[in-house]
């Protein structure tokens, strides 16, 4: 098991804890919400994380964000090991009247911590064949 150091920042942070055996993602808690310069609402989850060198974090909205009226502006944040700041989410609602938003106490999003590999490419005149090609969106034809 992968141990990583977390800080709270504000006493009333939560620990990210799996909800059930076999998760992948630990549900993140909105300890206060703000609006930014591009009328982006932001939560903030009251916590500071050490990503070891070598994974990231990856951070989504919860299955149930289908329930507001709120999209994940980058749609999936990254949380590099070199980053020791609070751990937030910028939703933008999908209407201007009365949008369903979360409150400070909601989970608002999950983090998955994975290993990610160095990566040098090579330049070449030539890519190896393969049946798919160069086929791009929708060219699997389902």
Do not use: C, W
Request: aromatic share 10%.
């Amino acid at each position: 098991m992968l141990k990583i150091n977390i800080k709270k920042l504000v006493p009333e942070a939560v620990i990210p804890s799996y909800a059930k055996p076999g998760d992948a993602g630990m549900d993140l808690v909105a300890t206060s919400i703000g609006i930014d310069e591009y009328n982006n609402t932001v939560y903030g989850t009251g916590i500071a994380i050490e990503i070891p060198e070598g994974y990231v974090g990856l951070i989504f909205p919860r299955s149930s964000n289908a329930k507001t009226d709120l999209y994940l502006t980058n749609h999936v944040g990254v949380i590099d090991s070199g980053y020791r700041g609070e751990i937030m989410f910028k939703f933008r609602a999908t209407r201007t009247t009365f949008p369903k938003e979360y409150k400070v106490g909601d989970r608002v999003g999950q983090i998955i911590i994975l290993p990610y590999p160095q990566v040098a490419f090579i330049e070449t005149d030539e890519l190896s064949s393969t049946e798919r090609g160069e086929g791009g969106f929708g060219s699997t034809g389902k």
